[in-house]
């Protein structure tokens, strides 16, 4: 079975910035514009990385073992219409149920986080997946969750990271970027794409462009892909 078609979808200041909380606006008017675009995407579920979801979910120390224990997955049963996958390798968020704002928690993990915290996180109701020893194969995890969970279509949403992981595994097919009326200015604040190892750039293709009423633009693109490139693992995750 084919990975889910994957649409990285952000919202950034003017010069590509990814921390509204340092904007000259509310929570609300961000949420707002963001929300109302997502909920004109087809998709089944969302992605996001550890430290995003920390918004969500507490976290602690990694739950690391002394190597890898290779482990079937989890499937909990389905709390949700979507499922919210969150991209952990350590072991550190400690989320007490399973269903997440009425959508269905799937954590990916590394082979070696620690069995009790695994097992801790089965007791929940929460589903669990495993990309491999250091819980990079991004494309296995995702395939699997795909074939389970029947996901054909999955919002990419941060953090920067992790969509650089993604962009340089080659497995965003679109991208769907709000423009806030705002510029940050700051140097060293995240990016849209934050990527530490070498990759590629890549060609878009404009699928189409549109304005809010707030003067939000929201530009959608698909991905070109080169046909030398191929999903991989990515260690910058």
Not at 27 to 46: F, H, I, K, P, Q
Not at 77 to 94: P, T, Y
Not at 99 to 116: N, P, Y
Not at 145 to 173: H, K, P, Q, W, Y
């Amino acid at each position: 079975m084919l990975r889910p078609f994957i649409i990285c979808h952000m919202i950034t200041s003017l010069d590509g910035r990814l921390l509204p909380g340092r904007w000259p606006a509310s929570e609300e008017e961000v949420m707002t514009a963001y929300e109302s675009a997502a909920e004109r995407l087809d998709n089944d579920g969302w992605i996001v990385g550890r430290r995003t979801m920390e918004d969500f979910i507490a976290s602690a120390e990694p739950c690391i073992s002394t190597g890898p224990v290779p482990r079937p997955d989890f499937i909990a049963g389905s709390s949700g219409n979507k499922v919210a996958i969150c991209f952990d390798r350590s072991g550190r968020l400690r989320p007490e149920t399973g269903d997440l704002d009425g959508d269905h928690l799937v954590i990916v993990l590394s082979e070696r986080v620690a069995d009790d915290h695994v097992q801790d996180l089965y007791a929940r109701g929460i589903s669990v997946f495993f990309a491999g020893a250091e819980g990079t194969d991004l494309s296995g995890a995702l395939t699997r969750i795909s074939e389970a969970f029947n996901c054909r279509r999955l919002l990419l949403e941060g953090g920067g990271t992790l969509n650089g992981a993604f962009l340089a595994a080659d497995m965003i097919d679109e991208t769907s970027t709000l423009v806030f009326p705002v510029i940050d200015g700051q140097s060293g604040i995240p990016a849209i794409y934050e990527h530490t190892q070498p990759c590629d750039a890549r060609r878009l293709e404009l699928i189409s462009s549109s304005t809010f009423d707030d003067g939000t633009i929201w530009i959608r693109h698909k991905v070109i892909r080169e046909t030398s490139h191929r999903d991989r693992n990515d260690s910058d995750i």
